[in-house]
């Protein structure tokens, strides 16, 4: 099992998130909430409003996000479904851990809150130059105050 990082439409409830509950696709189970350790820029961008994580470390805010355990089959479906490597990039980033759910900290391998853990996560280094002026976000929401609404591959 591999740890994966997800910021954006992958999260519960947002629009995305039924792919990773989607044992067709493989087993992923939600660990626990983090936080990127380095800032990130984490922008709205596109035609479909998509949350895009630029491979900028140092720049824009700590990302907040959920981390899960996924096998290898969903590692693979998620990797065609982020497009990587053309579109985003799988790279692994240290997490700061939030909230560890389900599992008592002392069992071994969960990781107490305020431990880090290191996670795949998908982010982009490929992207129009004028995205880093766009504004950075800590935390994505589809439904989110920004008023950039998410516009789901189904309706494409």
Wanted: charged share 20%.
């Amino acid at each position: 099992m591999a740890h994966v990082f997800v910021y954006g439409t992958l999260k519960r409830g947002q629009p995305n998130h039924k792919v990773m509950m989607d044992s067709a696709n493989g087993h992923a189970s939600f660990q626990g909430r983090g936080l990127t350790m380095e800032p990130y820029p984490l922008v709205i961008a596109g035609e479909h409003n998509i949350p895009w994580l630029l491979n900028l470390p140092g720049r824009g805010h700590c990302v907040a996000g959920e981390i899960y355990a996924v096998d290898e089959q969903m590692l693979r479906f998620l990797d065609e479904f982020e497009d990587c490597p053309d579109t985003y990039q799988r790279t692994q980033l240290q997490i700061a851990v939030l909230e560890w759910e389900g599992v008592p900290s002392a069992c071994e391998g969960a990781p107490a809150a305020g431990r880090t853990l290191q996670c795949f996560v998908y982010s982009t280094s490929t992207y129009p130059p004028e995205w880093v002026h766009l504004s950075y976000h800590n935390s994505y929401d589809s439904e989110g105050t920004h008023g950039l609404r998410y516009n789901p591959r189904e309706n494409r």
